[in-house]
């Protein structure tokens, strides 16, 4: 019997210095307050998409986010500027080879005593890299412009959210002052 409890006894001590010695500790505190309306537009996300797609950098404009603007037509503009630099290198290599196949022998990778400076095969495959080089830039523009429209309608999207103060999760600290130990907790204030 004397047994039995001591083995109780035990069981319950453990249990309590699991229960009360916890490295983290959290609190959930909630306050009353009135309700407070939004107005939730289920088309303005649509709107703003739209806008985007017919200017780009409108829909954010519309979503209040007037910093984005200038990274997007940045973004959209450094690929078209790739787009037209590869294009036109690509086009002097192009009439050079084509020159060189109607039999002239002045175009401009030609050095001073007339030897060629690129061969017929070098030109070719400065051809087959600069097209590359121009669709990739193409591929690359048309994803930032569909990057600018799907930016616009994921942000209007959250601004229908409730981005209140009253929601807010916190750090705190709790000393424990018989044991002089601190304990560490997050605390999570939800106010309505």
Known sequence: MIHNYYLFLIFITYSWSNFAQTPIETKIIIEQKQPVSYKIDPLSPARAAFYSAVIPGLGQARNKKYWKIPIVYGAIGTGIYFYLDNNKVFKRYRNAYKRRLAGFTDDEFYGLNSTPILSNEALIRAQETLR??????????????????????????????????????KPY????????????????????
């Not at 209007?156 to 807010?168: C, E, G, I, R, S």
């Open 132 to 169: 590359r080089n121009k669709e990739l830039s193409l591929l690359i523009t048309i994803g930032l412009y569909a990057l600018n429209i799907i930016d616009a309608n994921v942000d209007a999207h959250l601004l229908q959210y409730n981005m209140d103060t009253n929601l807010a999760v």
């Open 173 to 192: 600290l709790d000393f424990d002052t018989p044991d002089n130990s601190v304990q560490l907790g997050l605390s999570l204030n939800i106010k309505f």
